[in-house]
């Protein structure tokens, strides 16, 4: 039987991209000796963005190859940790920025890319004023035991990408968020990570920030709605084993992908 371990990061970022990487750094450190199978780090880990101020994203940003990257690359290959981060992605001089899941595998290579496509324009909020809206589409990444499908905070709210890369064979989704307080917020929270879970037959990993905006409450969730683990509010890390026997237990039970009307509807090419 496969049993994935992941290590669910809950941190609290700041405006301040050193002080985050050193907190990254500092996390990954303690968790050298826990053979973790996957890290998953939340959304805005190295920047916390001012909505009002995008001149500020666009200073703070850097290239896959810039520093901050780099510094968690060679830990990952010092480490042997796979390691999913999020990061504020130059997208060419004075264009806006992209808010980007980056996966490092355990030799230090990157190995997957994601930039969110569903930014946060809702609740008198405007993410799309500092970010640009990532156009490369929705694509699972392998590794030996599992294979993964990343998203980030709003994403969570549309269930096509979810629904997407589990047709490309994803048996863990993971949502990187800062998912801001506010009213119904916490149960939207967590009724939508278990309705993905349900609704797709896979793991939900969910990595909150803590930073006093947002809600934290970090989960983890099995694909039958079951939550395996849920932080509280404050910085944390949740180890979590995942039983990936779990994903085809469900399918058998519930045959949801086969059993889709595809006469009736399709994804298309999928």
């Known amino acids: 039987m496969v049993h994935v371990k992941v290590s669910i990061v809950q941190m609290s970022s700041t405006a301040t991209k050193e002080q985050n990487l050193k907190k990254t750094l500092e996390i990954l450190s303690n968790l050298r000796g826990e053979k973790t199978d996957l890290v998953v780090f939340p959304e805005y880990q190295m920047y916390l963005p001012d909505y009002s101020r995008p001149g500020e994203l666009l200073?703070?940003?850097?290239?896959i190859s810039g520093n901050f990257v780099s510094e968690i690359t060679e830990v990952a290959k010092s480490n042997r940790q796979r390691i999913l981060m999020n990061m504020v992605e130059s997208n060419g001089v004075n264009v806006k920025p992209y808010n980007t899941s980056v996966l490092i595998d355990?030799?230090?290579?990157?190995?997957?890319?994601?930039?969110?496509?569903?930014?946060?324009d809702?609740?008198?909020?405007?993410?799309?004023?500092?970010?640009?809206?990532?156009?490369?589409?929705?694509?699972?990444?392998?590794?030996?035991?599992?294979?993964?499908g990343t998203l980030i905070c709003y994403d969570l709210r549309f269930p096509e990408p979810a629904r997407i890369l589990k047709l490309q064979g994803a048996d863990i989704l993971t949502y990187q968020a800062g998912w801001f307080r506010g009213e119904r917020k916490l149960d939207h929270w967590k009724t939508l990570l278990r309705a993905r879970a349900i609704e797709n037959g896979s793991f939900v990993v969910a990595s909150s920030n803590s930073n006093e905006a947002f809600i934290g409450h970090s989960l983890a969730v099995s694909p039958f709605g079951d939550v395996i683990e849920e932080a509280g509010e404050d910085e944390t890390v949740l180890n979590v084993d995942l039983d990936m026997g779990l994903v085809q237990d469900y399918a058998e039970k519930v045959p949801l992908i086969k059993e889709r009307r595809r006469d009736l509807y399709t994804i298309e090419g999928l």
């Open 106 to 120: 355990d030799m230090g290579f990157v190995s997957g890319i994601y930039r969110k496509t569903h930014l946060f």
């Open 59 to 63: 200073e703070a940003a850097e290239h």
């Open 122 to 148: 809702a609740y008198f909020s405007k993410e799309s004023n500092v970010y640009d809206f990532g156009l490369n589409g929705y694509s699972v990444f392998g590794s030996e035991n599992f294979t993964l």
